[in-house]
Nanobody, 126 residues
């Protein structure tokens, strides 16, 4: 069973930056596509970024385009989310998610995720 563990959250002032990490373990022989989701208090969880299993394709929701960057290491076992120019509305719990390559082929970039981390809190406040 694939396991995902996020880290890197914290308290940051508006305009500041953070880098979130998601370490994947028990990858076995499969390759995975990954995404970052977030859930703010009182709101539904939303997908914010995606990276394909080979790293060739990335996608972002409009609210974070130009500010956030998703990337992965060569082994495909750690996914990062670099967040710049943070705003108070970015405050949320951030979750890492993964789906197999087959499931990635059959679903849109913003759906079909089977594996989830426990989340890391990001708070943007002065």
């Amino acid at each position: 069973q694939l396991q995902l563990v996020e880290s890197g959250g914290g308290l940051v002032q508006p305009g500041g930056s953070l880098r979130l990490s998601c370490v994947a373990s028990n990858l076995a022989e499969d390759s995975y596509a990954f995404a970052w989701f977030r859930q703010a208090p009182g709101k539904e969880r939303e997908v914010i970024s995606y990276i394909s299993s080979d790293g060739a394709r990335t996608d972002y929701t409009d609210s974070v385009k130009g500010r956030f960057t998703i990337s992965g290491d060569n082994a495909g076992s750690t996914i990062y989310l670099r967040m710049n120019s943070l705003k108070p509305e970015d405050t949320a719990i951030y979750y890492c998610a993964a789906k197999t390559v087959l499931r990635d082929y059959l679903t849109n970039w913003d759906s079909g995720y089977e594996h989830w981390g426990q989340g890391t809190q990001v708070t943007v406040s002065s």
